[in-house]
């Protein structure tokens, strides 16, 4: 099995969210850059770009098309506050039978409910995002509502930009914002 997840569905909505969504002047943070499908077509359409993932190998694929990554879990480690951050999390529940161990799982094994790895993003990315920035999340019907919860949980706003319905499930895009007291 690949190691790195192939562009699929949900890579799709995420592109074309963002392709909507990106301003000449962001600084762009896509974490989980995975085989560099998005970034790679957002990366001369904003002032800056940065991709995360935890894997080496898609941190080897990325490098591969000109991205500027670092290899580290979520946004750990990145001192830097960006103004658009993308993020197409892991988002199913695998079962004890379909967990391998391998660097393919950590790309699409979201835990609990498929909301684990979007929960501990949440709580770590208001460390690089910019006043008034924006994040997009890609999120599955299998995710709801308790990553509706979690996000309100935090002071969050989103709302849905777009979806995409397969034939087992609908995905969503979340525009997110941080619910500022000013």
């Known amino acids: 099995m690949n190691a790195v997840y192939p562009p699929q ?3 799709e909505l995420l592109l074309e969210v963002a392709l909507k969504e990106i301003k000449p002047d962001d600084d762009v943070l896509e974490v ?3 085989s560099g499908f998005v970034s790679e ?3 001369d359409k904003c ?3 940065l991709t995360t993932d935890i894997s080496p190998y898609a941190v080897k694929e990325a490098k591969k ?3 500027n990554v670092i290899r580290t ?3 750990k480690g990145i001192k830097k506050k960006f103004t658009l951050i993308l993020f197409n999390p892991p988002y199913l529940e695998l079962d004890k039978e379909e967990k391998q161990g391998d660097w393919f799982e950590k790309a699409i094994d979201g835990g609990k409910h498929g909301i684990e790895v979007m929960v501990r993003f949440l709580d770590e990315v208001k460390d ?3 006043d008034y920035g924006r994040i997009i999340l890609i999120i599955s019907s299998y995710n709801i509502p308790y990553i509706f919860e979690e996000i309100k ?3 969050f706003k989103f709302e849905i930009v777009a979806k995409r319905r397969l034939f087992f499930e609908e995905l969503y895009a979340l525009r997110i914002v941080f619910f500022q007291d000013r």
Request: avoid cysteine; proline fraction near 0%; aromatic fraction near 4%.
């Open 41 to 43: 077509r957002l990366k």
């Open 9 to 11: 569905e949900d890579s």
């Open 153 to 155: 949980k935090r002071r």
């Open 47 to 49: 002032r800056f770009l």
């Open 73 to 75: 879990d979520l946004v």
């Open 32 to 34: 989980g850059v995975g």
């Open 65 to 67: 098309k000109g991205l």
């Open 128 to 130: 690089v995002l910019a």
